[in-house]
C-alpha cells in the first residue's frame, strides 16, 4: 500500500514529460480496454447461457453515456496498439534510437497517428449515437 | 617518453547503447515474449473488430439475431476464439505487471498472481463455452 500511494504521488509529481505521460497513457489505455473486455466477454457469453438477456445487455451499449464511453474504448484500443508498435519498432529494428528526443519525439507522433484513425470512427460512431439517441440527421 | 594510459579515456559516446544478455527462458521471460507476440496478432484482429462492429455495423444494429447470423460462418467464431484466447490473456498479464509494480511483496504477488489466473481461466472458460455453443434460441 506504502509502494502505492509512493507510486501515485510520484506520478503527480515527477516531470517526466513525454515519456512519462506515454508510459501513464499505455498503462490507463490497456486497463481501460481490460475492463471493457472482461464486461464484453461475460455480456456476449449470455447469448448462450442466458439469451433472453443479449438484447438487455446490448440496450446498456446503446445508452448515451456508454456511448461515450465507446467512443473512449476506441481511443484507447488505437492508441495502444500505436504506441505498442512504436515500443516494439524501438526495441527491435532501432534500438540505438533509444533516446530521450526521438522518445519525446516519436510519443507526439503516437498521438497523432491514434488520433488520424480515431477521428473518422469516432465521427460515425458519434453520428450514430445523435441519430439513434437524439433522433438527430432524420433518425 | 612515450605514455600509454592504462585506460582509454571513456566518454559516454563511446560506451555502447545496446548490450546483449542471453537470458535462460524462465516464467516472466516467456510472459513477456508472449506479450509481444499477442500484441503483434491483437493489432489487425482486434482493430478489424471494432472497425466493424462498433464503427461500421454500430451498436443499434446488434442483436441477438446478428450474433446468430454471425456465427453461422465458421470463419467469425475461429475469428472470436482467437480475440478471446489473446486479447483477455494479454490484458490480464498487463493487469499482472502493472499490480506487480505496486506490491513487491512475494506474498502479494503470489495472491493476485493465483487471483488474476483464476478470473482469467474462468472467463475465458466461459467466452469459450458460449462461442462454441453458440447462440441458444429460446425455448
Given at each position: 500500500?506504502?509502494?502505492?500511494?509512493?507510486?501515485?504521488?510520484?506520478?503527480?509529481l515527477?516531470?517526466?514529460?513525454?515519456g512519462?505521460?506515454?508510459?501513464?497513457?499505455?498503462?490507463?489505455?490497456?486497463?481501460?480496454?481490460?475492463?471493457?473486455?472482461?464486461?464484453?466477454?461475460?455480456?456476449?457469453?449470455?447469448?448462450?447461457?442466458?439469451?433472453?438477456?443479449?438484447?438487455?445487455?446490448?440496450g446498456?451499449?446503446?445508452?448515451?453515456?456508454?456511448?461515450?464511453?465507446?467512443?473512449?474504448?476506441?481511443?484507447?484500443?488505437?492508441?495502444?496498439?500505436?504506441?505498442?508498435?512504436?515500443?516494439?519498432?524501438?526495441?527491435?529494428?532501432?534500438?540505438?534510437?533509444?533516446?530521450?528526443?526521438?522518445?519525446?519525439?516519436?510519443?507526439?507522433?503516437?498521438?497523432?497517428?491514434?488520433?488520424?484513425?480515431?477521428?473518422?470512427?469516432?465521427?460515425?460512431?458519434?453520428?450514430?449515437?445523435?441519430?439513434?439517441?437524439?433522433?438527430?440527421?432524420?433518425? | 617518453?612515450?605514455?600509454?594510459?592504462?585506460?582509454?579515456?571513456?566518454?559516454?559516446?563511446?560506451?555502447?547503447?545496446?548490450?546483449?544478455?542471453?537470458?535462460?527462458?524462465?516464467?516472466?521471460?516467456?510472459?513477456?515474449?508472449?506479450?509481444?507476440?499477442?500484441?503483434?496478432?491483437?493489432?489487425?484482429?482486434?482493430?478489424?473488430?471494432v472497425?466493424?462492429?462498433?464503427?461500421?455495423?454500430?451498436?443499434?444494429?446488434?442483436?441477438?439475431?446478428?450474433?446468430?447470423?454471425?456465427w453461422?460462418?465458421?470463419g467469425?467464431?475461429?475469428?472470436?476464439?482467437?480475440?478471446?484466447?489473446?486479447?483477455?490473456?494479454?490484458?490480464?498479464?498487463?493487469?499482472?505487471?502493472?499490480?506487480?509494480?505496486?506490491?513487491?511483496?512475494?506474498?502479494?504477488?503470489?495472491?493476485?498472481?493465483?487471483?488474476?489466473?483464476?478470473?482469467?481461466?474462468?472467463?475465458?472458460?466461459?467466452?469459450?463455452?458460449?462461442?462454441?455453443?453458440?447462440?441458444?434460441?429460446?425455448?
Amino acid at each position: 500500500m506504502a509502494t502505492l500511494k509512493t507510486s501515485l504521488t510520484g506520478y503527480a509529481l515527477y516531470k517526466g514529460r513525454e515519456g512519462q505521460w506515454t508510459f501513464l497513457l499505455h498503462r490507463i489505455t490497456g486497463l481501460g480496454t481490460l475492463l471493457f473486455l472482461g464486461v464484453h466477454i461475460l455480456d456476449t457469453s449470455t447469448v448462450y447461457f442466458f439469451p433472453q438477456l443479449y438484447d438487455d445487455a446490448i440496450g446498456i451499449y446503446r445508452s448515451t453515456l456508454f456511448g461515450i464511453g465507446e467512443l473512449a474504448l476506441i481511443f484507447c484500443l488505437f492508441y495502444h496498439g500505436v504506441n505498442g508498435l512504436r515500443i516494439a519498432f524501438f526495441d527491435m529494428f532501432a534500438p540505438k534510437a533509444w533516446r530521450i528526443p526521438s522518445e519525446r519525439t516519436s510519443a507526439i507522433w503516437t498521438i497523432v497517428i491514434s488520433l488520424i484513425i480515431w477521428l473518422p470512427a469516432a465521427f460515425i460512431m458519434g453520428r450514430n449515437l445523435l441519430i439513434h439517441n437524439f433522433g438527430l440527421f432524420g433518425g | 617518453m612515450e605514455t600509454v594510459s592504462p585506460q582509454p579515456p571513456v566518454s559516454a559516446r563511446e560506451i555502447p547503447p545496446v548490450r546483449r544478455a542471453n537470458i535462460r527462458a524462465n516464467y516472466e521471460n516467456i510472459a513477456w515474449r508472449w506479450m509481444r507476440y499477442s500484441a503483434f496478432l491483437l493489432i489487425p484482429l482486434a482493430w478489424i473488430h471494432v472497425i466493424i462492429q462498433d464503427v461500421l455495423v454500430g451498436v443499434h444494429a446488434i442483436d441477438i439475431d446478428y450474433v446468430a447470423m454471425r456465427w453461422a460462418t465458421l470463419g467469425w467464431r475461429v475469428y472470436d476464439i482467437l480475440l478471446l484466447a489473446f486479447a483477455f490473456a494479454h490484458g490480464m498479464n498487463g493487469l499482472r505487471q502493472v499490480l506487480d509494480d505496486y506490491f513487491p511483496s512475494d506474498r502479494a504477488r503470489r495472491i493476485f498472481g493465483w487471483a488474476l489466473f483464476l478470473i482469467w481461466f474462468l472467463v475465458t472458460l466461459i467466452g469459450a463455452v458460449a462461442i462454441i455453443g453458440g447462440v441458444r434460441s429460446e425455448a
